[in-house]
């Protein structure tokens, strides 16, 4: 059955960073698009990153861009988000998404398939 597992949450400290994983199974992964969307205590779910299906174009929301980094390896069938310069107001859980068309993003109601997500707490 379809799967996206993610990994990589936990406990980190303010100005430090996360790596955080995800794996497919289940359906053909390189040709969808990919990306993470987070939801932390009390507020909705919101678009991180973004990527295509090759890799090519990348997307990110503004309170991420510059510190955070989406990548893919089609034949692993995972997609990684690098955290970096961590902030209390990161905290929240991280769920992967797969998309049939990177133009679907940042819209949640466009994904195909989701992930249960994996916790990011950051202490100050």
């Known amino acids: 059955q379809v799967q996206l597992v993610e990994s990589g949450g936990g406990l980190a400290q303010a100005g430090g960073s996360v790596r955080l994983s995800c794996a497919a199974s289940g359906f053909k992964f390189s040709s969808y698009a990919a990306g993470w969307f987070r939801q932390a205590p009390g507020k909705e779910r919101e678009f991180v990153a973004g990527?295509?299906?090759?890799?090519?174009?990348?997307g990110y929301t503004d309170s991420v861009r510059g510190r955070s980094t989406i990548s893919r390896d089609n034949a692993k069938n995972t997609t990684i988000l690098q955290l970096r310069s961590l902030k209390p107001e990161d905290t929240a859980v991280y769920c992967c998404a797969a998309a049939h068309e990177y133009a679907g993003f940042p819209a949640s109601g466009s994904m195909a398939y989701w992930g249960n997500g994996t916790r990011v707490t950051v202490s100050s």
């Open positions: 990527i295509a299906w090759n890799g090519a174009s990348t």
